[in-house]
């Protein structure tokens, strides 16, 4: 669309309104009368910097004019010095629709590819996710190599930036990005695979938990080797150092055997990570994760053996997640779960830890771990395994509302098999119900129907 109105034009009208000279409004604006003079008569290009100092005199919000700059940048051959810090302008107040507009046009000059990619790594590192996103999509469909490292990373922050509460989006993300973990940089294929094995994590896949998890073992210690040997240093570092990777292999496969009732074998993995002589490292980083894990070590060996049915050990398990605050939500989630798996009554645990309880349940509190979206799910699971703890032991209407908490949560991040359990679980107790109750639940299932 050609405008024909001009940024000229409509400082040439400010001043006639206001009456100001050309020197006056330098002063203003602050902008050299010359460099304003070559301005007003079209002998030179605008700055973005100088647009901004002429809104600001001008009284005018700021980005005022900016579809105009755009078009003016178009109407002179592409000048990256001019548009790069109008991106970052754009970024700034968040004109997402003016950056697709420019980077678009950009992008017919694959030239600009590159630079434009590093704009958005810049952005992606300041959280500016959203400009950050348009414009990693435009290189993407710009990317001439399909097997390139820059295509590849692309999609791995387009996965990285779309992750949120919806849990259906996350799966297609996840199933989107995965193809394009092997072209991306060894180094970096050890975090994406770390980022798809927690995201399945949190959706509950745990096939492809193992595998990605599997995966990331196997680079790493290949890498781990290397590296221990090799006259060279690590050409790129990773997140996290690189033992890391290989231990948390171990703790996700350790979880995904306990999911599926394997704990033999989940034991099997905490051994592999309770051993960490080989560790060479010898950081205070190094020294802090170590002391991390030797904590899960602890706990996961109580774990293992609760689920297996050895209530013996609970009073120890719970004298030792007492004493560890982050520890003692994730506890209580498996302690329940075990309740309810062996037909144990736990009465005595949920009275001692109630006050944890009720918070959780009020603000849906980090239990310290994984990801944001694992913790959505895992209070979402914890409302569930409470509903039916409560169900066995005849306290039908406080298992009731714990069916709604978890309903509303699981309608929230759209966990269709956590949605399924609480809608069987409330048609058992729905005789019983109160009104209110079945309104709640008439609510929370009109929200389902409109989704």
């Known amino acids: 669309m050609i405008h024909t109105t001009t940024i000229r034009s409509e400082l040439d009208v400010h001043l006639k309104k206001t009456g100001l000279t050309i020197n006056q409004f330098a002063e203003q604006s ?42 003016e940048c178009f109407a002179y051959p592409l000048n990256w010095r001019r548009l790069k810090p109008f991106l970052y302008r754009c970024a700034e107040l968040d004109k997402l629709e003016l950056i697709q507009k420019v980077v678009r046009y950009m992008t017919d000059n694959l030239a600009y590819v590159p630079m434009l990619f590093d704009t958005a790594e810049d952005l992606f590192n300041q959280g500016k996710n959203s400009a950050a996103a348009i414009i990693y999509e435009s290189v993407a469909e710009s990317e001439k190599y399909q097997h390139s490292e820059r295509l590849a990373l692309c999609h791995y922050r387009l996965f990285t930036i779309s992750l949120g509460h919806n849990q259906e989006k996350n ?47 196997r680079k790493a210690t290949i890498q781990y080797k290397f590296y221990q040997t090799s006259r060279y240093g690590i050409h790129k570092k990773p997140k996290q150092p690189l033992f890391l ?43 802090q994760i170590k002391e991390r894990f030797k904590m899960l070590v602890v706990a996961n060996k109580y774990l293992y053996q609760l689920m297996m049915g050895n209530f013996d050990i ?28 062996h037909d144990f009554n736990v009465d005595h645990i949920l009275q001692k830890f109630e006050r944890h309880i009720s918070l959780y349940t009020e603000k849906k509190g980090n239990t310290g771990s994984y990801t944001n979206q694992v913790v959505a799910v895992q209070y979402t699971h914890f409302m569930i395994e409470l509903a039916i703890y409560h169900i066995g032991c005849q306290r039908y209407g406080i298992s009731i509302d714990y069916i709604l908490k978890g309903l509303s949560s699981a309608v929230e991040i759209h966990d269709d098999d956590a949605t399924l359990k609480c809608v069987r679980l409330f048609e058992q107790l729905r005789h019983i119900s109160s009104v209110e109750a079945q309104h709640r639940y008439n609510i929370l299932i009109s929200e389902v129907q409109r989704e």
């Not at 301005?39 to 901004?52: F, S």
């Not at 975090?191 to 798809?196: N, R």
């Not at 609970?314 to 309810?340: F, G, T, W």
């Open 245 to 287: 990777y290989i231990i948390y292999s171990h703790l996700l496969r350790s979880a995904v055997c306990d999911e599926r009732g394997e704990y033999e074998e989940a034991l099997k993995y905490v051994s592999l990570y309770s051993d960490l002589s080989w560790v060479v490292e010898d950081t205070e980083e190094a020294q």
């Open 171 to 217: 799966l297609r993300e996840a199933t989107k990005f995965e193809g394009f973990v092997e072209r991306l940089d060894e180094v970096d294929q050890l975090d994406a695979l770390k980022d798809l094995a927690n995201t399945y994590l949190s959706l509950r896949q745990w096939g492809k938990v193992d595998e990605m998890a599997e995966e990331m073992g």
């Open 30 to 71: 602050k902008i050299n009368s010359g460099t304003l003079s070559t301005i007003i008569k079209g002998v030179r290009p605008i700055a973005v910097q100088q647009l901004d100092r002429m809104v600001s005199a001008m009284g005018l919000p700021e980005g005022s004019f900016y579809e105009l700059y755009a078009d």
């Open 314 to 341: 609970l009073p120890d398990y719970v004298a030792y997640i007492e004493q560890r605050e982050s520890q003692i939500l994730p506890a209580l989630i498996k302690i329940v779960q075990a309740a309810n798996k």
